[in-house]
Structure formats: structure tokens, C-alpha cells
């Protein structure tokens, strides 16, 4: 251990040969110095209240940061006991000085790996729960169609009276059919999110990508007699996986004009800006809004839908905005306001693939 010494006004008065190791400064560096001298700012208000623990007397135990001669921060366990006259009048202390910093930088990344751990099992927790209802939605979706048509061919087959009705029947095979196809196209859709790491990272102008969304959706644009403004001068582009950030775009795009109010004409604003790290997305409509108190715990869920059946849809749009704002390391929220408007803000980390790639 290292052995320091000071006086009553707090200057070095000893050090031994390990105290200069540990802070890389010669013993002539150190004698004369206050203290506080090899201690950053946080280090000199600490230090100073046990300066005055050991004017009362008080002995104690206490980690400092120190600052090495080449700059090093250098973290100390330092046990102390004041040095008094015949007359008990404080003369100064004693201190033995251990050097802690491999110790404080291991705890630290323990510390920091328990927190990335737990951060992880959370996360699996969340898949494997996402999963378990993704196989029974999946399941249920996939199973109501095959049991239809099983029972339409099982009347073709043996029900004379039914064959007359042929064409009706392949009729609604075929619509089943087609039912099956699409939550299977639901399943692909799902499915490949979770394949991002393998995707192409190209960078991606929200102005280009707009435009294209707006040449797909151009009848119903028109049909709804939507006002779309655009506001990107602030984060013009990022380096992402391009079909998922034109997914997120084009469901909520559609979405907005899907739900427009009958009241008044659709405005839809689209901005984007940067928080700290994050490059930050908004779509905000005027259209019905969303009851938040009432379903906002289920807005993202796969098939779940908020306005009946007279609006087509098959509730998958914002479950797939979801899965890829957060598969690109990012996160989507949400404001609604029923019967007045929706705002969605997606954050997307603007290093995410720098940092892991």
C-alpha cells in the first residue's frame, strides 16, 4: 500500500515509493502539495469533508479518484486516521492508499453487462411472448378458411342437392382461398423482419421514399382528397434497411388515409428531425383518432382493428411498423385523440448499424 502524509493545512509531508507508483509522480512531484492537488473537481469537494471528519477526530475508509501524471484516472481505497499533538490539537493525518482501479473498472463492466443482459432477457421474454400469440393468431387465421373449405367440398361431394349450386360454391372456395393466401402473405410479411441482419443497408432520402409511397397510393390519395406537406430539411435521409423504412412509411401513410375523417378534409404532415442519437420520424393526421384509454394498450397487435368492418384492412399495418422501427433498433409511439387526429413518432437510431456491423 501506498503511505501519505499530511499536515494541518493539508500538504504532503510523506510518501513512499508505492504512493509515486501508483500516481506516476516522483516524491519531490508530491511533497508540499495540498491534497486536493492530483484530484479532479468531484474529488476535491469530497475530499475537503473529510478533511474536517478528521479534524473531529474521525477515523474512516473512502474511495477517491485521483488523476495520474499522465492523465490516468486512477480510483483509491484510502484508509485514514487523523494525527493530533499531547494536546489532541489535529496535526495533520495519516493515510494508507490501495490502488482500486482494475477492481472500480471491472464492477463497472459487471455492472454494465448486467444491465445488457437483463435488457436481453427482457427482450426474449417479450419475443417469446410476441411469439406464443403470433402461433395462436396464426393458427386460429389459417385454420377458419381450411375448415371452411374442407365443409364446402365435403357438400360438393356428398350432397346431390349442393351440386346445382356448383358455381356458387367454387365461388366461395375461392374467396377462402384467398383469405388463406393473404395470412399467409401475413406470415412472409412478419417472418422477415426478423431476417434485418442479412438485409442491404443503403441510404435512404424520406424525400424520394415519399414520392414513390405517393405514386403506389396516387388513387386513393385522390379518392380522399388528402393534403399531404412534408417537412425533411432538417434529417434528409439515413442509412437503413430500405424496405423496411418504406414499410413504415407506406402503413402509415395508409393508414391516415384509411381512417380519414368524414368531416373534414385529410391533412397529413410528415417531419423529421434529430434527438440526441436518434433521427426522429413524424406522420400526424387530423382523421378518427384512436379511443387511447380504451385500446391503446393493443394498437400494435397483429389483426386487431379499432373502427368495424366497413373499413377494409386486415389489422397488420401498424403490428409491421413495429416490428420494423424496433428490428432497426429504434421504437414507434404513438398520441390519438378520438375523433380529432393521430400523431406517430418513430425514433431510429442514426449509428445503430455503425455500432454493430
Known amino acids: 500500500e501506498g503511505i501519505w502524509m499530511i499536515d494541518e493545512i493539508n500538504k504532503t509531508t510523506f510518501v513512499n515509493e508505492k504512493l509515486c507508483e501508483i500516481f506516476g509522480y516522483s516524491k519531490d512531484e508530491m511533497l508540499g502539495k495540498e491534497i486536493y492537488?492530483?484530484?479532479?473537481?468531484?474529488?476535491?469537494?469530497?475530499?475537503?469533508?473529510?478533511?474536517?471528519?478528521k479534524r473531529r477526530g474521525e477515523k474512516g475508509r473512502n474511495d477517491f479518484k485521483y488523476i495520474s501524471k499522465s492523465g490516468k484516472e486512477i480510483w483509491t481505497s484510502i484508509s485514514t486516521n487523523p494525527i493530533t499533538d499531547d494536546k489532541g490539537n489535529y496535526k495533520g493525518a495519516l493515510a494508507m492508499v490501495a490502488d482500486i482501479t482494475e477492481k472500480v473498472l471491472l464492477d463497472a463492466k459487471l455492472l454494465e453487462d448486467e444491465k445488457k443482459y437483463r435488457s436481453l432477457a427482457h427482450q426474449l421474454e417479450m419475443k417469446n411472448k410476441d411469439l406464443r400469440q403470433f402461433t395462436y393468431i396464426v393458427s386460429h387465421n389459417l385454420r377458419a378458411p381450411i375448415a371452411k373449405i374442407q365443409g364446402l367440398v365435403f357438400l360438393i361431394n356428398h350432397d346431390a342437392e349442393s351440386k346445382a349450386m356448383l358455381p356458387q360454391l367454387l365461388q366461395m372456395i375461392s374467396s377462402e382461398v384467398e383469405q388463406l393466401d393473404n395470412v399467409v402473405k401475413d406470415i412472409n410479411g412478419i417472418l422477415s423482419v426478423q431476417d434485418s441482419g442479412d438485409k442491404k443497408l443503403e441510404h435512404v432520402l424520406f424525400d424520394l421514399k415519399l414520392k414513390l409511397i405517393e405514386n403506389v397510393l396516387e388513387n386513393q390519395i385522390v379518392e380522399s382528397n388528402a393534403v399531404i406537406t412534408a417537412d425533411f430539411h432538417e434529417v434528409e435521409g439515413l442509412i437503413t434497411v430500405k424496405s423496411f423504412l418504406y414499410s413504415i412509411m407506406y402503413n402509415l401513410l395508409s393508414n391516415a388515409i384509411k381512417y380519414r375523417s368524414p368531416e373534414r378534409q385529410l391533412l397529413i404532415q410528415l417531419k423529421t428531425t434529430r434527438k440526441d442519437d436518434m433521427i426522429v420520424f413524424f406522420v400526424k393526421d387530423n382523421g378518427r383518432g384512436i379511443n387511447m384509454e380504451k385500446n391503446g394498450h393493443?394498437?400494435?397487435?397483429?389483426?386487431?382493428?379499432?373502427?368495424?368492418g366497413?373499413?377494409?384492412?386486415r389489422g397488420i399495418g401498424l403490428n409491421l411498423v413495429k416490428a420494423h422501427a424496433e428490428s432497426l433498433g429504434g421504437r414507434v409511439?404513438?398520441?390519438?385523440?378520438?375523433?380529432?387526429?393521430?400523431?406517430?413518432?418513430i425514433y431510429l437510431p442514426i449509428n445503430h448499424y455503425n455500432e454493430n456491423n
Not at 409511439?333 to 413518432?345: A, K, L, M, P
Request: overall charge negative; aromatic content about 14%.
Open 37 to 53: 492537488y492530483f484530484m479532479d473537481e468531484e474529488g476535491k469537494q469530497i475530499a475537503a469533508k473529510l478533511i474536517q471528519d
Open 333 to 345: 409511439e404513438v398520441t390519438s385523440i378520438e375523433h380529432t387526429g393521430t400523431e406517430f413518432v
Open 310 to 313: 366497413q373499413i377494409a384492412g
Open 298 to 308: 393493443k394498437i400494435f397487435g397483429l389483426y386487431k382493428r379499432f373502427h368495424g
